[in-house]
């Protein structure tokens, strides 16, 4: 009889991208870096199935007495597991399995000061994923360093035994980065991340022991796994607004045609043009005039507008299908 091998205890956590709209830009709630890398972390919590009968309120407690938060909208996205995404690849101790969230919320000033009393703040996701910004054009960070480490890294991966009929790394690269024939799919942000992760240009590699040191890492890292959870969240996000309409659980409950497409190329990290997308609102029936209009922009007075709830009795999936490629 073969001696039994000890396996690890396993603990169920939950992780929370909290999204908000910060001055116009897409913010992430980060809880501030501490221990050996200072990095900053996802607002996370153990789940304790003697306190809380659902992972969901076991996460909203977690947040709010982490940040002083109360979350709205909320949605599971995924559940980490790997090997190695809390420890050393030798999986010494207990073994951390997260379920990923992406929450919503609306920030204000009095929330602001209750979260910096709580140690947290928000940040612009694309300080974290910075590839991902395309709402002044191609970031340069793609083709000044991205892409030419990843080619480097293809041509020594193509020469490896593959034993699967997998892409190669040359196809996944095109597909992921929009090159040659195929065009930049905003939604792919995990798959781009993957690709600098496994290429050891993400740090979270080197930490995890997975990469060597001194290879180019863009963007900020984060704590454990968090920036995958991060890119999770940035997928579903950007494809959840073609055709449900959450990106109303970002916006004030007034607003101006304007704030609200600077909010949609916020999350797409795309731009788009002011015409086609005003059609585009008009046509999707998903907002109606609240009669009453602002001059907080400094020009001529705006009108402002509310989301036209009546849409859910009128068809099964809402949403802003912008033609983002």
């Known amino acids: 009889m073969t001696e039994s091998r000890a396996r690890p205890p396993v603990e169920i956590g939950l992780n929370a991208a ?61 559940t980490f597991g790997d090997r190695g995404r809390q420890k050393a690849p030798d999986e010494a101790g207990t073994h951390m399995v997260s379920v990923g969230y992406l929450a919503l919320t609306r920030t204000d000033a009095e929330a602001n000061e209750r979260l910096a009393d709580a140690g947290a703040v928000w940040r612009d996701w694309y300080a974290y994923l910075p590839w991902e910004d395309w709402r002044q054009g191609r970031p340069a960070v793609i083709d000044q360093l991205i892409l030419p480490a990843l080619k480097q890294w293809s041509s020594e991966a193509a ?18 980065f929009g090159l040659d024939d195929f065009p930049w799919d905003e939604e792919r942000v995990l798959e781009r991340y993957e690709l600098l992760y496994e290429a050891g240009l993400a740090e979270e590699a080197v930490t995890d022991g997975w990469a060597r040191t001194g290879q180019p890492s863009p963007g900020i890292a984060m704590r454990h796994d968090h920036r995958r959870i991060l890119a999770t969240a940035m997928a579903r996000l950007r494809g959840k607004i073609k055709y449900r309409p959450v990106i109303f659980e970002l916006m004030a409950p007034e607003f101006t045609l304007t704030e609200l497409q600077a909010t949609v190329e916020a999350i797409s990290g795309r731009h788009l043009h002011k015409q086609n997308f005003r059609r585009l609102v008009e046509g999707a029936e998903l907002v109606e005039p609240t009669g009453s209009s602002t001059s907080a922009t400094g020009g001529r007075p705006a009108a ?22």
């Open 18 to 78: 909290v999204v908000a709209i910060s001055g116009r830009s897409p913010s992430i709630l980060a809880i501030g870096g501490e221990g050996a890398h200072k990095r900053d972390a996802l607002p996370f919590g153990p789940f304790d199935p003697h306190q809380h009968r659902t992972f969901e309120t076991s996460l909203r407690a977690s947040v709010e007495a982490q940040t002083a938060l109360k979350l709205g909208y909320i949605e599971q996205l995924y």
């Open 304 to 325: 402002l507008f509310r989301f036209r709830r009546r849409i859910f009795e009128e068809r099964p999936a809402p949403g802003l299908k912008v033609g983002m490629r």
């Open 159 to 176: 020469n490896a035994d593959r034993a699967t009929p997998v892409p190669t790394p040359r196809t996944r690269i095109r597909l992921a």
